[in-house]
């Protein structure tokens, strides 16, 4: 069993609803929706990961409101795909761009802690990584469950394992986690075959082509070989 969690502030646009209708499993693979509304990211992560380990869920996947797979039918079977195939790997991320600065729209993986956007995903393949945003993620509950000396806390009357937060030293709830995984000696994959785009309330689209320079933009629009930069 795959639950889904979906983080969301409860409005979403309506391409992402039309995505997520899209979306296929693979045979075999039951899964129930999730959704987590007026919690903070980190919160509803927490809670998302906690109710998948004492479910007794197989995976967990986190589809964030904003998140939207070009590919909507296989982008989600494919991380699952690999989990099956592949049991060294804990976590596996698609790849999607940051968002609110339409000069900055990096996608965000990192190959080792603290460099820079690692762009070898672009070949398509798996490859282990550092981190990849959370926002389109999906987690093997098994190895999950393994982690020890995690903190809890209470919210909404439920006791959550804190496995996202923010701190001076995790800018965000990606690389507390990421930092976390390291420690326990989780495995992070990144899949170059799963990329989405950003989208926000009021439409603007985020693509992390769109950080590259000038002419390797050029050379993707016109869908020609990109070199790496």
């Excluded at 986190?62 to 590919?71: A, H």
Aim: hydrophobic content about 35%; overall charge negative.
């Amino acid at each position: 069993m795959i639950g889904v969690i979906i983080c969301s502030l409860g409005n979403v646009r309506v391409e992402w609803a039309m995505n997520m209708y899209r979306n296929q499993m693979s045979m075999g693979n039951a899964y129930q929706y999730i959704l987590s509304t007026g919690k903070t990211v980190c919160d509803a992560r927490n809670v998302g990961l906690t109710t998948g380990v004492e479910r007794d869920y197989d995976k967990v996947m986190f589809w964030d409101d904003d998140v939207i797979p070009r590919e909507p039918e296989y982008a989600m079977q494919k991380l699952s795909v690999a989990l099956d195939v592949y049991p060294e790997i804990d976590v596996i991320g698609g790849i999607y761009p940051m968002k609110g600065n339409e000069n900055m729209q990096l996608p965000i993986v990192e190959k080792e802690k603290d460099q820079p956007v690692w762009w070898g995903f672009e070949d398509g393949g798996l490859h282990q990584v550092y981190m990849t945003a959370t926002g389109f993620t999906m987690f093997r509950m098994s190895s999950l469950r393994k982690l020890t000396g995690l903190m809890k806390y209470d919210i909404d009357g439920m006791t959550v394992t804190k496995y996202f937060d923010v701190d001076k030293d995790a800018r965000t709830d990606d690389f507390y986690f990421a930092r976390m995984a390291k420690q326990q000696g989780l495995t992070w994959y990144v899949h170059g075959g799963v990329i989405c785009d950003q989208v926000e309330l009021d439409g603007r689209l985020y693509k992390y082509e769109n950080s590259k320079p000038p002419e390797i933009q050029r050379a993707w629009l016109a869908d020609k070989p990109l070199e790496k930069p």
